[in-house]
């Protein structure tokens, strides 16, 4: 491995490496799903909440909406869903937003070279 990662972003290289080609595909949908219905949620609240007319405003409501009870029940509700119809487990959801947060080349690059040496098949990273 040329580039180096945090443990955790490591960790999550070696768990997503070594799931079936399916599961990693659904792993994917799910935390794709995921973030649009967060994203959704978020600029909801933004919007309701006089929305972001500068810079400044806009990333303190964007802050804001993530400590709320409304927010903490939606995310709750919303990784059920997904869990059950993705057919995926929370570590592996978690895996995979850990995994989109650096979304790099050089992170898609070490999966699917962990992947080929697993012999669990090469993924996309764009899906």
């Known amino acids: 491995m040329t580039t180096k990662f945090d443990e955790a972003t490591t960790a999550a290289i070696a768990t997503f490496a070594q799931l079936d080609i399916y ?20 600029t909801r609240y933004i919007d309701d909440h006089g929305g972001g007319a500068d810079d400044a405003q806009y990333d303190a409501l964007h802050a ?17 869903e997904l869990l059950e119809y993705f057919e995926v487990t929370d570590e592996q959801l978690d895996c995979m937003v850990l995994l989109r947060n650096d979304d790099t080349d050089e992170l898609w ?3 699917n070279r962990q992947r080929n040496a697993l012999g669990t098949g090469e993924v996309r990273g764009d899906l």
Do not use: C, H, N
């Open 23 to 42: 599961t990693a595909v659904q792993a994917m949908r799910a935390e794709a799903d995921y973030d649009r219905e967060r994203d959704l949620w978020i």
């Open 109 to 111: 690059a070490e999966i």
């Open 64 to 80: 804001q909406a993530q400590t709320t009870p409304e927010y903490a029940q939606f995310i709750d509700a919303v990784r059920k």
